[in-house]
C-alpha cells in the first residue's frame, strides 16, 4: 500500500516548555497527518542524550528522554501544581536551550514524584520490576550523578566493574536517586505509550530510529561490557566511524564502542535481540541506523583520526536472520546510505528489509543514479532528506553548473525557483512504496532550519523547533489532494 509521512524530532514539536513533548503539541501534529492523509509519523532516537544532546548517543537502549515529558499532562494527573508548570513555562524561541532546560526542569520533575507516590504507587512498582534495563539505568544515573559526572571508565574499580558487594552497597547508599531516576522513566513511558496508542488509533504509525551503536559512557557498557571491545577499565580499544565521504572530507570518529561479534554470536545474538526487543515496543516499524555496519564495520583505533581506521566484517545474514525470526510482526527499515559494496547490496535484498532512496542526492552522476526516482524499486523508503541533510530548500540553492542544470532538465522546470515542488512530487510519484518528508521540506524552510550537520557540534545541532504558527499555514484538504493524485492519501 502506497504512503506518506513525515520525519518530525520530538524535540522540535511547538509548544512553550522549552522542548517539544508528548502532550498536546504531539497530539496535534498526530491529528494534523490524519487529516492530510498521512500514514506515518518518523522520529529521532527517544534515548537520553549526552553533553551534546545527540539522539544517537544515549545513555541507554532501554530508557527515555526525561526531556519529552509533558509538565501540563503531569498537572492534569495531579503530580505538579498549576504554579510550579507556570513557573517552567517560556516562549517558543525556535531553538532548544538544552543547558537552560537541564537544571530547573529535571528538579521540577523529581519534586512530582513525591505526589506521584500516592497518584500513581501500584502502576510505579510494577513498572520498576517489569520494565527491562530501568533499574540498572537509574542506578547508573545515579552513580554518575555520585560521581560528579565523571566518565565510567573513571569510577572506582569495583563499581565499575559490578563487583555483587559494590552493587549491593550503592544500591542502598543511592536508594533516593535510584528511585527518582526510575520515576522519571515511568512519567516518560506511561505518556509515550499513550502517545503511541492515540496515534495508531487515528491511522498515523510511529516509525522510530535506532543507532546501531550505544555510547561510550551509558548503561549499556556498565551492564554488559562482555560484548564490546574494551580496556580492562572501560574505555575504548577501537571505536565506530566512517572513513572520508561526501558529508566530511576527515571522516568521522563517533567515539562509540564496537560489538566484539563473536562474544555475542556466542550468546545467542541476545544482546541484539533485547535492543529490537525495546525498539518494537516503542515503535511500530524501526529504521536501523547505519545498517552498512552489519556487513562490514569501520574499526578505528583508540586516539586515532578517522582517516586511520580500517574495514572489518561484520555479523551479516546471520545476525538479521535471527531477527527476522524473533520479530516476524515488526517492520524494518535499513538505513543503507553509505560506501555500499555489493555485498550490503545482497546483505540488504537477502533478509528482505526496505532501503532508503534520497532525493538530496540524486542529480549527481547522470541518469543511472540510483537515487533518481525512475531507478527506485517498490521495496524502499523515498525520502527528501534525513535529518543528516540540509533541507531541500538549503540542498537546492547550492546547486550550480551541471547539477543544477540535470536537475532542471530531469524534473522539467524553467527555474531554480521551481525546483523544490518539482522534487516533492518527483518522490510522491516514485514507485516506492512509503514517502516521507522532513516538515522543514513541506513548509519550504531554509537551511536555518537545518536539524544537524554531520561531524560538527554546536547549539544549532538538534535544536531546531518549529513555531505553531507554521504547523497552522499548512492546508490539509491541499495536502490530502495532492497524496490521492499519487494514490498515497
Request: aromatic content about 12%; proline content about 6%; hydrophobic content about 40%.
Amino acid at each position: 500500500m502506497r504512503s506518506a509521512g513525515i520525519l518530525l524530532p520530538v524535540f522540535s514539536l511547538p509548544n512553550e516548555q522549552g522542548i517539544g513533548s508528548f502532550g498536546r503539541c504531539a497530539y496535534e501534529f498526530v491529528d494534523l497527518l490524519r487529516s492530510c492523509g498521512m500514514k506515518s509519523w518518523q522520529v529521532l532516537p527517544l534515548g537520553p542524550t549526552g553533553p551534546y544532546s545527540s539522539p544517537y548517543q544515549s545513555s541507554s537502549s532501554y530508557a527515555g528522554n526525561p526531556l519529552f515529558i509533558d509538565l501540563e499532562l503531569l498537572r492534569e494527573d495531579g503530580v505538579l501544581t498549576g504554579e510550579e508548570l507556570s513557573s517552567a513555562l517560556s516562549p517558543n524561541t525556535g531553538r532548544v536551550d538544552y543547558k537552560a532546560l537541564a537544571g530547573p526542569r529535571k528538579e521540577l520533575l523529581m519534586a512530582s514524584l513525591e505526589r506521584g507516590r500516592e497518584v500513581f504507587k501500584d502502576e510505579f512498582s510494577a513498572f520498576c520490576s517489569s520494565q527491562h534495563g530501568i533499574l540498572d539505568y537509574a542506578l547508573f544515573c545515579a552513580l554518575k550523578e555520585h560521581f560528579n559526572g565523571l566518565p565510567l571508565s573513571a569510577w572506582e574499580e569495583d563499581i565499575r566493574s559490578r563487583e555483587p558487594e559494590a552493587l549491593r552497597r550503592y544500591s542502598r547508599l543511592l536508594k533516593d536517586r535510584v528511585e527518582r531516576y526510575a520515576w522519571l522513566q515511568f512519567l516518560f513511558f506511561r505518556q509515550w505509550k499513550a502517545l503511541k496508542e492515540y496515534a495508531n488509533e487515528n491511522g498515523v504509525e510511529i516509525i522510530g530510529d535506532l543507532p546501531i551503536y550505544c555510547a561510550p559512557d551509558s548503561a549499556d557498557i556498565w551492564t554488559e561490557p562482555q560484548f564490546y571491545k574494551l580496556n580492562g577499565d572501560l574505555s575504548l580499544s577501537a571505536g565506530a566511524g566512517v572513513p572520508p565521504d561526501i558529508f566530511s572530507e576527515e571522516g568521522q570518529n563517533w567515539g562509540n564502542p564496537l560489538y566484539d561479534w563473536e562474544k555475542i554470536k556466542n550468546d545467542g545474538y541476545g544482546l541484539w535481540i533485547r535492543r529490537i526487543d525495546a525498539a518494537g515496543k516503542l515503535f511500530d516499524r524501526v529504521r536501523i541506523d547505519h545498517f552498512l555496519g552489519f556487513d562490514r564495520y569501520y574499526s578505528i583505533p583508540a586516539g586515532k583520526d578517522a582517516k586511520n581506521g580500517e574495514w572489518l566484517k561484520g555479523p551479516g545474514m546471520e545476525l538479521l536472520g535471527v531477527l527476522n525470526g524473533w520479530f516476524p510482526r515488526l517492520s524494518f527499515i535499513a538505513e543503507d546510505l553509505g560506501l555500499l559494496e555489493p555485498s550490503t547490496v545482497k546483505l540488504r535484498e537477502d533478509c528482505g528489509w526496505p532501503g532508503m532512496k534520497v532525493l538530496d542526492f540524486a542529480f549527481g552522476g547522470g541518469g543511472d543514479n540510483d537515487y533518481l526516482p525512475h531507478n527506485h524499486r517498490k521495496n524502499s523508503v523515498c525520502y527528501i532528506g534525513t535529518h543528516d541533510n540540509d533541507t531541500l530548500s538549503g540542498t537546492l540553492a547550492a546547486f550550480t553548473g551541471d547539477e543544477l542544470a540535470f536537475a532542471m532538465e530531469y524534473l522539467g522546470v524553467k527555474s531554480k525557483e521551481d525546483l523544490p515542488a518539482a522534487v516533492m512530487r518527483a518522490g510522491l510519484a516514485s514507485v516506492s512504496d512509503l514517502f516521507i518528508m522532513q516538515i522543514q521540506d513541506l513548509l519550504g524552510l531554509g537551511s536555518e532550519a537545518r536539524v544537524n550537520e554531520p561531524g560538527t557540534v554546536g547549539p544549532k545541532n538538534w535544536s531546531w523547533r518549529l513555531k505553531k504558527e507554521q504547523l497552522e499555514a499548512i492546508d490539509p484538504a491541499a495536502m490530502k489532494r495532492l497524496l490521492a493524485i499519487y494514490g498515497r492519501a
